[in-house]
């Protein structure tokens, strides 16, 4: 097969050396608020993961290893962007104001915890959680394609993983991001295993980054264990996106540490000698030895922050058990909408002005 060159970016090394120029835009403040956030995953995923064993929770996606890659998604778009998540990207949710109850009201059954607020309490336009894999990119495109003709300087931000991109959703997504050119920046959690698949059967090619050349869609790999490196490429792809110069493509090489849900064990086929060398690279680690390092981050605040974060947990676990469960026949409530009563009306006239080229690109 013929090589294909695709950019690769990385800041830190295993053990959080530099290993390339480090960014302007790095401050002691940001490093501290990657940290706490990847911590704060951390802590709820292990509590979410007890909640299930437990009976308390119905089956769960863990995100250990990949801290880095929704943390460094999140933090990196715009309140007025919209967020597309599948169904592993609880860090990315909470940096975007989803409080960890909501999560856990989602994964306990009641799809009132895919219905999300802003911070100041407002709706949010986040879409919900998609748990059928790939779908949630031809979503994105839905909405980005509202975003450029309403010429508004928004960005539609999904996420998927390396075991999505064998979808067709994920390839029909790619190239009507591409044709039409649209404010759109789609991450792959590339995490080595879609369930019990490994990566290599997923794909021969090289990269998984590859993929959108072929959509005329620019591509770049990351190192997902390196949340300067994850921020950096997504900062880079939504200030491109908001310009109008069009979509990207972004793998972020990770690891999943833990099973594929709580569903799972993947000490059924996978060598634990492979986990082993994958938590050497782990993301928390690697952070926090680069802000020791530096003097930005001592024992003291270790402690202060793993108090911090088992609290936080504790109240929103408090808060989860706290609700009302909703009765078994609001299950259709979830299965139909009304559309609105000039819903054919509205069609029309959305279709008419891309006709007539307003507001953007004209579509066929």
């Known amino acids: 097969m013929t ?14 050396r530099p290993v390339a120029t480090l960014p302007t835009w790095l401050d002691k403040e940001l490093l501290h608020t990657f940290y706490r956030n990847m911590v704060m995953v951390r802590s709820y995923d292990k509590k979410a993961i007890a909640l299930q064993r437990t009976g308390k929770l119905g089956t769960f996606p863990s995100h250990l290893g990949a801290e880095a890659v929704g943390i ?3 933090l990196a778009m715009q309140a007025q962007d919209v ?59 839905g909405v980005a394609a509202a975003f450029k003709l309403r010429n508004q300087p928004r960005v539609a931000v999904v996420t998927i993983g390396d075991g999505g991109t064998s979808k067709g959703d994920f390839l029909e997504g790619l190239n009507c991001a591409g044709v039409w050119h649209l404010p759109m920046v789609m991450v792959i959690n590339n995490n080595q295993w879609a369930i019990s698949v490994p990566r290599k059967l997923q794909s021969s090619a090289p990269t998984l980054a590859q993929k959108g050349l072929g959509a005329g869609v620019p591509s770049i790999q990351v190192d997902g264990n390196d949340v300067l490196a994850v921020y950096d490429a997504t900062l880079s792809a939504v200030e491109r996106a908001r310009a109008g110069k069009g979509p990207t493509l972004i793998e972020a090489i990770s690891y999943r540490l833990g099973d594929h849900t709580t569903a799972d064990d993947a000490t059924r086929y996978r060598d634990a000698a492979e986990v082993e060398a994958a938590w050497a690279k782990e993301p928390v680690k690697r952070l926090r030895q680069f802000m020791a390092e530096r003097g930005w981050w001592d024992e003291a605040q270790e402690q202060a922050l793993l108090a ?41 006239r959305i279709i008419d002005k891309a006709m007539a080229g307003q507001g953007g690109r004209h579509y066929e």
Request: hydrophobic share 35%; with cysteine.
């Open 83 to 141: 967020y597309v998540p599948y169904y592993r990207d609880m860090p990315t949710l909470f940096v975007r104001g989803v409080p960890m109850e909501k999560n856990l009201q989602y994964w306990g059954g009641d799809e009132r915890g895919s219905v999300f607020n802003k911070p100041d309490g407002t709706p949010s336009e986040d879409l919900p959680i998609c748990v059928p894999i790939a779908t949630q990119v031809t979503h994105a495109c």
């Open 3 to 16: 090589h294909v060159d695709i950019p690769f970016l990385r800041y830190l090394d295993e053990e959080g």
């Open 308 to 348: 911090e974060a088992a609290k936080a947990v504790d109240l929103a676990v408090a808060a989860y058990e706290s609700l009302t469960a909703q009765p078994p026949e609001s299950l259709i409530d979830y299965q139909f909408a009304e559309l609105p009563q000039d819903y054919l009306g509205q069609r029309q």
């Open 72 to 74: 460094g998604v999140g």
